[in-house]
T-cell receptor, first 116, second 115 residues
Framework: DGGITQSPKYLFRKEGQNVTLSCEQN?????MYWYRQDPGQGLRLIYY???????QKGDIAEGYSVSREKKESFPLTVTSAQKNPTAFYLC???????????????FGNGTRLTVT | AQSVSQHNHHVILSEAASLELGCNYS??????LFWYVQYPGQHLQLLLK??????LVKGIKGFEAEFIKSKFSFNLRKPSVQWSDTAEYFC?????????????FGTGTRLKVLA
């Protein structure tokens, strides 16, 4: 079955350490996204990528970095510069953001990151 | 700024009660509208969507939503809820910002259905 795989499900890190969250999709989607979900704040866009080797900042990109070296992979690094990194992180994909602008998002199961 | 508002943060209903969750957006251009649902322990999934045409759209599991352009609203409804509808519901708008279509999500509504 096609889908989005996020790993790990739970992640614990010490303050000051960078951590990378994995996101892989086998849907052959061009666009991929990273969202952060906090209680009462909905989903906020961190970064998105429309094609390989290209990505753009979302609404809350500070303290995060991404790469898109392969179509199926879009890892997110939470750096030590992120002031409040403990959150639930969701990866998503869609067919594209150009001509298929109305294509729905497909989500992974998320990674819950706890930084102490 | 473009935004999506979901005014009900927590809703508690008994089984068989009717449901209406409000969603209002602020954007004057063409929009695509979605409702997503997140069941406990599961990933977010699409409930229904509106692109054009009939403003009353039907989704999975007996849900429907009505797009009222004059009110900038896209409320979600279900005539009779079940215990299995307990979940968090997110309204989302896909609209053009800075040349690219982007999703804007509401803050979500947690629905608890009592058996």
């Amino acid at each position: 079955d096609g889908g989005i795989t996020q790993s790990p499900k739970y992640l614990f890190r010490k303050e000051g350490q960078n951590v990378t969250l994995s996101c892989e999709q086998n849907l052959n989607h061009d666009a991929m996204y990273w969202y952060r979900q906090d209680p009462g704040q909905g989903l906020r866009l961190i970064y998105y990528s429309q094609i390989v080797n290209d990505f753009q900042k979302g609404d809350i990109a500070e303290g995060y970095s991404v790469s898109r070296e392969k179509k199926e992979s879009f890892p997110l690094t939470v750096t030590s510069a992120q002031k409040n990194p403990t959150a639930f992180y969701l990866c998503a994909s869609s067919i594209g953001t150009g001509s298929s602008y109305n294509s729905p998002l497909h989500f992974g199961n998320g990674t819950r990151l706890t930084v102490t | 700024a473009q935004s999506v508002s979901q005014h009900n943060h927590h809703v508690i209903l008994s089984e068989a009660a009717s449901l209406e969750l409000g969603c209002n957006y602020s954007y004057g251009g063409t929009v695509n509208l979605f409702w997503y649902v997140q069941y406990p322990g599961q990933h977010l999934q699409l409930l229904l969507k509106y692109f054009s045409g009939d403003p009353l759209v039907k989704g999975i599991k007996g849900f429907e939503a009505e797009f009222i352009k004059s009110k900038f609203s896209f409320n979600l409804r279900k005539p009779s809820v079940q215990w299995s509808d307990t979940a968090e519901y997110f309204c989302a708008v896909n609209a053009k910002r800075k040349g690219t279509y982007k999703y804007i999500f509401g803050t979500g509504t947690r629905l608890k259905v009592l058996a």
